[in-house]
């Protein structure tokens, strides 16, 4: 019985003692009392689910904490005596991970895999990404023995294009026995997700928490001002999770307006609509999340004032150059705000106390030049004693490289920007320097971190703030605003657990901003988690060989991709089904009591049909004949063209022969230059005479152009008949329609007449009903088309890699029918990479044959280097015959293999990139760094990662059991000429 002020009872209270106290007993009991915290319900909630043997996705916010339930999996498998697997997307996160759990479990409980690293990988615990996880299952590694269960980071990493297939690979083929606890950030389908994860795992609990452990709060920075975004007193995150988020529209990635008359009414309290013509409009009702009218009258004012400095001064008489004086004006200078810069920004929020934070700018070079820019300006955001401890730490991490390199890597800058309190954080940078600065974040020593995007992906560096500089970034292809979830998961980081009671979001004002569309991005809390699975030549073919091609199929078809297409198949069976009984009410309408309406319906189609597939074909034939004949036309030749702009005698002046659409210049009877294409004329041209045109002709001249044109009237004169003959519209064999289509327009015609319901009295409007039946029908049919191509997507493109493979002999048939694996294919099972095959075929076709362990190494870096857009298609001098003939092998092989991939509507294996070679060929022959890196626009960190995958991929050659063993040899020679300097530098890099 509870009571009435809405306590529990004395009987409630007395049972969640009991059960507290009879969980204490558990495992679970047992892993809460380590902790200095209290677990949230739902990290409870799954952990109970772990404890019971079940698997588990848990859906939550950036530092909600759900990566205590990863470790509560660690915690089962050390007390049942069994192993676990954290596997995460990025080497950065595997060894963070790494680190955490050796101080907590000790360094012998737990080891580290990423690929080119690999520390005490037989612990009981280890830490690794999930490709390497993926490569272990394929080779059937003992390492797997006794697993018990495998945490997945960042799970909705699946969703990334290049490599998010991998932890589907990784959740279909790891054993039954193992259970799998899924960690994702807060997707819209969550639900979706853990059904296939059921489908594929057995038993698996859904635990989804929409919550933020602290607030967040949102901002706009204007000028140096911090302005509320949204009016309330109330963050966001306090009334979200009482509103269905799956309700609201992602206006982020659709061009469709949003009617809000169709959302629920506590959906449209949150439904954004945000517009760049607009930018005061506002669709947010409901006094929670009313968009702060300052910063929407600042947007209107902001403009009004581009308004007026483009159109609002000046008129016809202006001279053109002031006329567009204003056009050429920055936005900028227009603006109604002067921009902070970024040290301002980062005093402002120093004042407001909202360091540390973290500033994301989706560009290296930008994340480098902040750093300059606050030194430069003088800021220091630290005290003495944390200069001091920063200055020890920094010093004891890079003792161990290089003097000669230090200035290379930058070293000096970053030092001093480090002692001063800010730091940059991205790819480019030398791994060790990344660690540093991620350590002295998080222990409270660097107060400003400038990074980009990369950041916000598992990395464990929260802030008490978040900076956005722009809501768009470069994708590699075009600069694209960023998505709602994006959004969520870069300011997440903001608010740390334990220590802020609150977290504070911040975008910068910049011109043009519509302070709406941040609306619309900060109230979006979910995005959806979309497969971007598809089988690959490594994948098949290792499936293949474990468990048959019928097998591999089934097993493919039970990926998430597949299992999203067959979900959308249902919705498009409805409405087939749908389609389908509108279709019977049609058929009945056009009943006619005379014969077979639909016959009859189908006869007056077909008809139509036939007479505009002539017609269209009439046009086309007309259109190449005119156009056969003004490529014909040579300059002096007098045309006469019938009717149009261009009615009259005319004189070609130049002729256009190789155009696909000739367009030769005339001159008119009236003295007008002109342009005469095929849609000026009704038939094909021909001279009707030809005069000869001065060579001292000037189009420009008026009088040049009246003398020719006298001259063509008085030749046109001289040859009245001729011209009058040729001047007739003759379509040069050219009929309305083809004999063909001319016999069957008659026929269809004849049958029409002679059905029976051509003689009824409501014959029209029966037909009426017929055109609706006929036009749901064909929208029936494209539906039904859809449901056919959605179908066993996955499957038919495993089929098509298949045929590949078999094309190239990696896959052999039989006598009994029976697909095995040749011994090239067995080679093939142990090269993981974008370029798989090429990798294969270039081994086969011997590229490596007759390179030395430093050529070895600059023809590798072709096979994995994605150079930036604009330093594609460059072929630099080889450093050697050997070296140049072996990047001809590979760039033949990559051209065959794409004619093939086309044939076999594949995705294209990437071009071999050809603008490491150089720098990798000296780095192996023991150059310096700084020689290395001269002439090109690598940074440092940018070629230690770019070597390491080299590394790797030599590694993997290296493990080939098909490789000659002597290529085995030069390929541990190569590893061990790249693996030197700040390339072996960094342990766990």
């Given at each position: 019985?509870?009571?009435?002020?809405?306590?529990?009872?004395?009987?409630?209270?007395?049972?969640?003692?009991?059960?507290?106290?009879?969980?204490?007993?558990?495992?679970?009991?047992?892993?809460?009392?380590?902790?200095?915290?209290?677990?949230?319900?739902?990290?409870?909630?799954?952990?109970?689910?772990?404890?019971?043997?079940?698997?588990?996705?848990?859906?939550?916010?950036?530092?909600?904490?759900?990566?205590?339930?990863?470790?509560?999996?660690?915690?089962?498998?050390?007390?049942?005596?069994?192993?676990?697997?954290?596997?995460?997307?990025?080497?950065?996160?595997?060894?963070?991970?790494?680190?955490?759990?050796?101080?907590?479990?000790?360094?012998?409980?737990?080891?580290?895999?990423?690929?080119?690293?690999?520390?005490?990988?037989?612990?009981?615990?280890?830490?690794?990404?999930?490709?390497?996880?993926?490569?272990?299952?394929?080779?059937?590694?003992?390492?797997?023995?006794?697993?018990?269960?495998?945490?997945?980071?960042?799970?909705?990493?699946?969703?990334?294009?290049?490599?998010?297939?991998?932890?589907?690979?990784?959740?279909?083929?790891?054993?039954?026995?193992?259970?799998?606890?899924?960690?994702?950030?807060?997707?819209?389908?969550?639900?979706?997700?853990?059904?296939?994860?059921?489908?594929?795992?057995?038993?698996?609990?859904?635990?989804?928490?929409?919550?933020?452990?602290?607030?967040?709060?949102?901002?706009?920075?204007?000028?140096?001002?911090?302005?509320?975004?949204?009016?309330?007193?109330?963050?966001?995150?306090?009334?979200?999770?009482?509103?269905?988020?799956?309700?609201?529209?992602?206006?982020?990635?659709?061009?469709?307006?949003?009617?809000?008359?169709?959302?629920?009414?506590?959906?449209?309290?949150?439904?954004?609509?945000?517009?760049?013509?607009?930018?005061?409009?506002?669709?947010?009702?409901?006094?929670?999340?009313?968009?702060?009218?300052?910063?929407?009258?600042?947007?209107?004012?902001?403009?009004?004032?581009?308004?007026?400095?483009?159109?609002?001064?000046?008129?016809?008489?202006?001279?053109?150059?002031?006329?567009?004086?204003?056009?050429?004006?920055?936005?900028?200078?227009?603006?109604?705000?002067?921009?902070?810069?970024?040290?301002?920004?980062?005093?402002?929020?120093?004042?407001?106390?909202?360091?540390?934070?973290?500033?994301?700018?989706?560009?290296?070079?930008?994340?480098?030049?902040?750093?300059?820019?606050?030194?430069?300006?003088?800021?220091?955001?630290?005290?003495?004693?944390?200069?001091?401890?920063?200055?020890?730490?920094?010093?004891?991490?890079?003792?161990?490289?290089?003097?000669?390199?230090?200035?290379?890597?930058?070293?000096?800058?970053?030092?001093?920007?480090?002692?001063?309190?800010?730091?940059?954080?991205?790819?480019?940078?030398?791994?060790?320097?990344?660690?540093?600065?991620?350590?002295?974040?998080?222990?409270?020593?660097?107060?400003?971190?400038?990074?980009?995007?990369?950041?916000?992906?598992?990395?464990?560096?929260?802030?008490?703030?978040?900076?956005?500089?722009?809501?768009?970034?470069?994708?590699?292809?075009?600069?694209?605003?960023?998505?709602?979830?994006?959004?969520?998961?870069?300011?997440?980081?903001?608010?740390?657990?334990?220590?802020?009671?609150?977290?504070?979001?911040?975008?910068?004002?910049?011109?043009?901003?519509?302070?709406?569309?941040?609306?619309?991005?900060?109230?979006r809390r979910t995005y959806p988690l979309n497969s971007s699975f598809r089988p690959t030549y490594n994948m098949s073919i290792n499936l293949i060989a474990q468990f048959g091609?019928?097998?591999?199929?089934?097993?493919?078809?039970?990926?998430?991709?597949?299992?999203?297409?067959?979900?959308?198949?249902?919705?498009?069976?409805?409405?087939?089904?749908?389609?389908?009984?509108?279709?019977?009410?049609?058929?009945?309408?056009?009943?006619?009591?005379?014969?077979?309406?639909?016959?009859?319906?189908?006869?007056?189609?077909?008809?139509?049909?036939?007479?505009?597939?002539?017609?269209?074909?009439?046009?086309?034939?007309?259109?190449?004949?005119?156009?056969?004949?003004?490529?014909?036309?040579?300059?002096?030749?007098?045309?006469?063209?019938?009717?149009?702009?261009?009615?009259?005698?005319?004189?070609?002046?130049?002729?256009?022969?190789?155009?696909?659409?000739?367009?030769?210049?005339?001159?008119?009877?009236?003295?007008?230059?002109?342009?005469?294409?095929?849609?000026?004329?009704?038939?094909?041209?021909?001279?009707?005479?030809?005069?000869?045109?001065?060579?001292?002709?000037?189009?420009?001249?008026?009088?040049?152009?009246?003398?020719?044109?006298?001259?063509?009237?008085?030749?046109?004169?001289?040859?009245?008949?001729?011209?009058?003959?040729?001047?007739?519209?003759?379509?040069?064999?050219?009929?309305?329609?083809?004999?063909?289509?001319?016999?069957?327009?008659?026929?269809?015609?004849?049958?029409?007449?002679?059905?029976?319901?051509?003689?009824?009295?409501?014959?029209?409007?029966?037909?009426?009903?017929?055109?609706?039946?006929?036009?749901?029908?064909?929208?029936?049919?494209?539906?039904?088309?859809?449901?056919?191509?959605?179908?066993?997507?996955?499957?038919?493109?495993?089929?098509?890699?298949?045929?590949?493979?078999?094309?190239?002999?990696?896959?052999?048939?039989?006598?009994?029918?029976?697909?095995?694996?040749?011994?090239?294919?067995?080679?093939?099972?142990?090269?993981?990479?974008?370029?798989?095959?090429?990798?294969?075929?270039?081994?086969?076709?011997?590229?490596?044959?007759?390179?030395?362990?430093?050529?070895?190494?600059?023809?590798?870096?072709?096979?994995?280097?994605?150079?930036?857009?604009?330093?594609?298609?460059?072929?630099?001098?080889?450093?050697?015959?050997?070296?140049?003939?072996?990047?001809?092998?590979?760039?033949?092989?990559?051209?065959?293999?794409?004619?093939?991939?086309?044939?076999?509507?594949?995705?294209?294996?990437?071009?071999?990139?050809?603008?490491?070679?150089?720098?990798?060929?000296?780095?192996?022959?023991?150059?310096?760094?700084?020689?290395?890196?001269?002439?090109?626009?690598?940074?440092?960190?940018?070629?230690?990662?770019?070597?390491?995958?080299?590394?790797?991929?030599?590694?993997?050659?290296?493990?080939?059991?098909?490789?000659?063993?002597?290529?085995?040899?030069?390929?541990?020679?190569?590893?061990?000429?790249?693996?030197?300097?700040?390339?072996?530098?960094?342990?766990?890099?």
């Amino acid at each position: 019985m509870s009571s009435i002020s809405g306590s529990p009872s004395p009987s409630d209270r007395y049972q969640a003692a009991a059960h507290r106290a009879a969980e204490a007993k558990t495992y679970l009991g047992a892993f809460a009392r380590t902790l200095d915290f209290e677990l949230d319900d739902f990290q409870r909630e799954a952990c109970r689910s772990l404890q019971e043997g079940r698997g588990v996705l848990v859906a939550a916010p950036t530092g909600a904490g759900k990566t205590i339930v990863g470790e509560f999996a660690i915690y089962l498998a050390l007390e049942r005596g069994l192993k676990a697997f954290y596997t995460t997307p990025i080497k950065a996160l595997s060894n963070q991970k790494f680190s955490e759990l050796a101080a907590k479990y000790g360094s012998a409980n737990v080891g580290l895999l990423t690929g080119d690293t690999t520390i005490n990988g037989e612990a009981p615990v280890v830490v690794m990404t999930t490709e390497v996880l993926r490569n272990m299952l394929y080779a059937d590694s003992e390492t797997l023995g006794d697993l018990g269960f495998v945490v997945m980071d960042e799970v909705h990493y699946l969703a990334d294009r290049f490599r998010g297939a991998v932890w589907e690979e990784v959740i279909i083929h790891l054993p039954s026995e193992v259970q799998v606890a899924s960690l994702s950030a807060t997707v819209s389908n969550a639900e979706e997700f853990g059904a296939w994860l059921d489908t594929v795992r057995g038993d698996t609990d859904v635990i989804v928490s929409e919550h933020r452990p602290v607030p967040l709060w949102q901002h706009v920075m204007v000028g140096r001002e911090i302005v509320d975004l949204f009016a309330g007193d109330t963050t966001f995150d306090e009334i979200a999770p009482q509103i269905p988020d799956t309700e609201v529209p992602d206006l982020s990635d659709t061009d469709d307006a949003v009617d809000e008359a169709t959302l629920p009414a506590e959906s449209r309290k949150i439904a954004v609509k945000s517009s760049v013509a607009s930018p005061a409009r506002q669709a947010v009702t409901g006094p929670e999340f009313e968009v702060n009218p300052d910063l929407l009258a600042m947007a209107r004012s902001e403009s009004r004032m581009n308004f007026n400095g483009r159109f609002g001064h000046g008129g016809r008489s202006r001279r053109r150059q002031d006329r567009y004086r204003d056009e050429r004006q920055t936005t900028e200078q227009r603006s109604p705000v002067r921009k902070a810069s970024r040290p301002q920004v980062i005093e402002s929020l120093n004042r407001q106390g909202l360091l540390p934070a973290i500033t994301f700018i989706f560009s290296r070079a930008g994340c480098d030049a902040a750093v300059a820019q606050c030194a430069a300006s003088g800021l220091w955001l630290t005290t003495e004693r944390e200069q001091q401890i920063i200055a020890q730490r920094v010093d004891e991490a890079s003792h161990e490289i290089p003097a000669d390199d230090l200035d290379v890597l930058g070293f000096w800058g970053w030092r001093d920007g480090l002692i001063r309190g800010f730091a940059a954080h991205h790819a480019g940078m030398l791994p060790t320097f990344k660690e540093v600065v991620e350590k002295l974040f998080a222990d409270g020593l660097v107060k400003a971190v400038f990074a980009t995007e990369t950041l916000a992906l598992g990395v464990n560096m929260p802030a008490r703030c978040v900076v956005l500089e722009k809501l768009e970034k470069f994708n590699g292809e075009a600069h694209v605003n960023i998505t709602a979830g994006e959004y969520t998961q870069l300011t997440g980081r903001a608010g740390r657990r334990g220590i802020d009671v609150e977290g504070h979001a911040v975008v910068l004002w910049q011109p043009g901003t519509d302070p709406a569309a941040v609306a619309g991005l900060a109230s979006r809390r979910t995005y959806p988690l979309n497969s971007s699975f598809r089988p690959t030549y490594n994948m098949s073919i290792n499936l293949i060989a474990q468990f048959g091609r019928v097998r591999a199929r089934e097993i493919l078809e039970s990926s998430f991709a597949q299992f999203q297409a067959d979900r959308s198949v249902v919705g498009l069976a409805r409405q087939v089904r749908g389609r389908e009984e509108s279709l019977a009410g049609y058929a009945k309408s056009m009943e006619c009591h005379l014969g077979d309406f639909t016959e009859y319906a189908r006869l007056r189609r077909e008809l139509s049909d036939t007479e505009q597939f002539a017609a269209r074909d009439y046009q086309r034939a007309r259109k190449s004949r005119v156009a056969d004949s003004l490529t014909r036309l040579i300059p002096g030749d007098v045309i006469s063209v019938s009717s149009g702009r261009l009615a009259g005698y005319a004189v070609v002046l130049d002729s256009d022969a190789n155009a696909r659409e000739p367009r030769p210049s005339v001159l008119t009877s009236d003295n007008q230059l002109r342009r005469i294409g095929v849609h000026d004329v009704d038939a094909p041209v021909s001279p009707v005479t030809r005069i000869r045109i001065p060579k001292s002709f000037n189009a420009k001249v008026p009088k040049s152009r009246r003398d020719l044109a006298s001259s063509m009237r008085h030749a046109v004169s001289d040859d009245a008949p001729k011209s009058r003959r040729n001047s007739r519209h003759e379509d040069f064999g050219l009929g309305s329609r083809l004999p063909d289509q001319e016999q069957k327009i008659t026929e269809l015609r004849r049958a029409l007449r002679a059905h029976p319901c051509h003689g009824c009295s409501e014959r029209e409007d029966h037909a009426r009903w017929g055109e609706r039946w006929w036009k749901l029908r064909k929208e029936t049919d494209g539906l039904i088309r859809q449901i056919q191509s959605r179908t066993n997507t996955i499957a038919k493109t495993f089929d098509r890699v298949c045929d590949v493979l078999s094309a190239y002999g990696y896959l052999e048939t039989n006598d009994a029918g029976t697909v095995t694996i040749s011994t090239d294919g067995q080679r093939l099972r142990r090269i993981y990479g974008e370029k798989d095959l090429l990798i294969s075929q270039s081994i086969r076709r011997g590229a490596i044959n007759d390179l030395d362990a430093a050529e070895l190494a600059s023809l590798a870096s072709t096979l994995v280097y994605q150079a930036k857009r604009e330093d594609r298609g460059l072929r630099p001098r080889m450093p050697s015959v050997a070296l140049e003939t072996a990047v001809d092998i590979v760039v033949r092989e990559w051209s065959q293999l794409e004619d093939t991939e086309e044939q076999n509507r594949l995705p294209l294996t990437g071009e071999p990139e050809l603008g490491l070679m150089w720098p990798m060929y000296k780095w192996a022959k023991g150059r310096h760094l700084q020689d290395v890196l001269s002439g090109t626009d690598l940074a440092a960190g940018d070629f230690v990662r770019w070597a390491k995958q080299v590394v790797d991929l030599l590694d993997q050659l290296a493990k080939i059991p098909q490789l000659d063993p002597r290529l085995t040899r030069i390929c541990r020679e190569s590893i061990d000429l790249v693996r030197r300097g700040v390339v072996a530098y960094s342990t766990v890099a």
